[in-house]
């Protein structure tokens, strides 16, 4: 059987993404009422980080445990691949010790190579360009108190070229979802994935619009994201970034337009009084912490499947 990855939304059909979504919300539930599973029993995932995580490591160890396997935590500043040893040899090594891979890096051409020459599954714990797993709990997050994910207009207010952003561009088309992503002038989602949602959008429903305008994205949305401004890797443009940003802030005036049962997500971790005010993340149609959660019912589904 040849392997699957996980590397970007897409990488599943629309069908693919809906079984996975509806298993998670199954596992969690089972979870809940003391369900126990076996089904990864023997299986170890081993997982790279080069840069910080609370959510990812935690969430995919804790998963991996909870279906009868084992989660190896490998920093970069431990293994051979922060000396310089090649992407090459460390896929083809790990490949040999574990039954799948999950990488958090900096380039997606980095976890792009780890895929091309590992044997095992490689799931994408956040790239530069891409956060599947992220998105695949937002997904499933809003499918628990939506319903139908057809047809509902989400937006996105802050760094168009982002991991989150691409990923969440990515996951509306796929389900056929109006898209909006409102970002300051120079900060525009990726031209390649831009044209990939489009042309997607033809064939699911739905549609993307991109405008510098936060207060004409936000009109009427069902769903409304955000992320931090300065994303891991631009920590030298934080200033610059504060500045060029502050009229992208999600509060209670901008979120006035929204639907009335809008859903408030935020990957995490969030900057109270930047991207969002306290008053709405921290507030009734927040859902960030049943999103947080939601990172290991969805990453148990897909390590089920990939694994
Ligand atoms: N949302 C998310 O990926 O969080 P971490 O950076 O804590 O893993
Ligand atoms: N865009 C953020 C997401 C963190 C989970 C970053 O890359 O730092």
């Known amino acids: 059987m040849t392997k699957r990855d996980y590397l970007t939304v897409t990488d599943f059909t629309k069908k693919e993404t809906l079984e996975l979504i509806d298993e998670a919300i199954k596992l969690k539930h089972e979870r809940k009422s003391g369900v126990n599973h076996n089904d990864l029993a023997g299986k170890t995932l081993g997982m790279i980080f080069e840069k910080s995580s609370t959510r990812t490591r935690v969430s995919f160890e804790a998963g991996m445990m909870q279906l009868g396997g084992h989660a190896l935590f490998l920093s970069h500043r431990d293994i051979q691949l922060g000396r310089g040893e090649s992407i090459h040899d460390t896929a083809n090594v790990l490949s040999r010790y574990v039954d799948g891979l999950m990488i958090r890096t900096f380039a997606h ?3 792009e190579e780890f895929a091309q020459y590992a044997e ?17 709990a937002d997904l499933m997050t809003i499918r628990e108190e939506k319903g139908d994910l057809t047809g509902l207009t989400m937006c996105f207010i802050g760094d168009g070229y982002n991991n989150m952003t691409h990923s969440l561009m990515e996951g509306a088309a796929l389900m056929g979802m109006n898209m909006h992503v409102a970002s300051p002038e120079g900060y525009e989602p990726s031209a390649d994935i831009t044209n ?10 739905g549609s993307f619009q991109f405008s510098h305008d936060p207060a ?11 992320d931090v401004w300065a994303s891991m890797g631009n920590e030298t443009e934080e200033a610059e970034r504060m500045e060029k940003f502050a009229d992208y802030q999600v509060n209670g005036a901008l979120v ?3 639907a009335p049962n809008y859903m408030f997500l935020h990957c995490l971790p969030a900057h109270r009084g930047e991207e969002v005010s306290a008053s709405i993340i921290d507030g009734p149609r927040s859902f960030v912490f049943e999103e947080a959660e939601n990172r290991m019912h969805a990453q148990k589904a897909l390590l089920k499947k990939l694994l």
């Open 109 to 111: 051409s980095g976890i």
């Open 216 to 226: 004409a994205a936000i009109a009427d949305a069902d769903v409304i994201l955000t």
């Open 120 to 136: 095992v599954p490689i799931i994408n714990g956040l790239t530069d360009e891409h956060h599947p797993c992220q998105v695949l």
């Open 256 to 258: 006035s337009s929204a």
């Open 196 to 205: 990939k949602v489009h042309s997607l959008h033809e064939t699911n429903g």
